[in-house]
T-cell receptor, first 113, second 114 residues
Framework: DAKTTQPPSMDCAEGRAANLPCNHS???????VYWYRQIHSQGPQYIIH???NNETNEMASLIITEDRKSSTLILPHATLRDTAVYYC??????????????FGKGTKLSVKP | DGGITQSPKYLFRKEGQNVTLSCEQN?????MYWYRQDPGQGLRLIYY???????QKGDIAEGYSVSREKKESFPLTVTSAQKNPTAFYLC?????????????FGDGTRLSIL
């Protein structure tokens, strides 16, 4: 599975959009990009995933560059409850340990009032 | 509500004792997973199961055992052979449909040694 690079931390003002970047320059053609977040002492929460088209759901938008070497997770109106560690993961469907997710260190997003 | 339920939230183990962590899901998912998370670290895969009555070792299976007698349930036993069991344990499940379906996680069990 492709390696990802994320900034270790970011700040965002409450009510503003939070844009979290992820580099995955070695991504291969059949690898998907997944985003999860983990609030302290809770299990990871699935946010969104995509292959090459931009995706949007009730939680966030995922923008994938045309060459697929990077992506951005957008939380349109960040709230204090969005303070968490955000993980970007790329993997092929059903590869290796049949869907095992490899979490890196992620980006700690702090939403400030 | 549909989801994954892990219990208990906190668990304490004495030296030499086996303990079992519960994981139940009502999402009708085929695949289930157990991960371990240590402070400041990512998740490491312990065991996974794609279907009932079948399971496979992950990266750190030593000292752990599992069973998958029902689709909804995937309990994890931390045996006395696991020398460093203190960690945050996470259970996940995934639909067995399209291979890109995401995993969904429970809220975890925090295991400590007395």
């Amino acid at each position: 599975d492709a390696k990802t690079t994320q900034p270790p931390s970011m700040d965002c003002a409450e009510g503003r959009a939070a844009n979290l970047p992820c580099n995955h320059s070695t991504i291969s053609g059949n690898e998907y990009v997944y985003w999860y977040r983990q609030i302290h002492s809770q299990g990871p929460q699935y946010i969104i995933h995509g292959l090459k088209n931009n995706e949007t759901n009730e939680m966030a938008s995922l923008i994938i560059t045309e060459d697929r070497k990077s992506s951005t997770l957008i939380l349109p109106h960040a709230t204090l409850r969005d303070t968490a560690v955000y993980y970007c993961i790329v993997r092929v469907p059903l590869s290796g340990s049949q869907g095992n997710l490899i979490f890196g260190k992620g980006t700690k997003l702090s939403v400030k009032p | 509500d549909g989801g994954i339920t892990q219990s208990p939230k906190y668990l304490f183990r004495k030296e030499g004792q086996n303990v079992t962590l519960s994981c139940e899901q009502n999402l009708n998912h085929d695949a289930m997973y157990w991960y371990r998370q240590d402070p400041g670290q990512g998740l490491r895969l312990i065991y996974y199961s794609q279907i009932v009555n079948d399971f496979q070792k992950g990266d750190i299976a030593e000292g752990y055992s599992v069973s998958r007698e029902k689709k909804e349930s995937f309990p994890l036993t931390v045996t006395s052979a696991q020398k460093n069991p203190t960690a945050f344990y996470l259970c996940a499940s995934r639909s067995g449909g399209a291979g890109n379906q995401p995993q969904h996680f429970g809220d975890g069990t925090r295991l400590s040694i007395l």
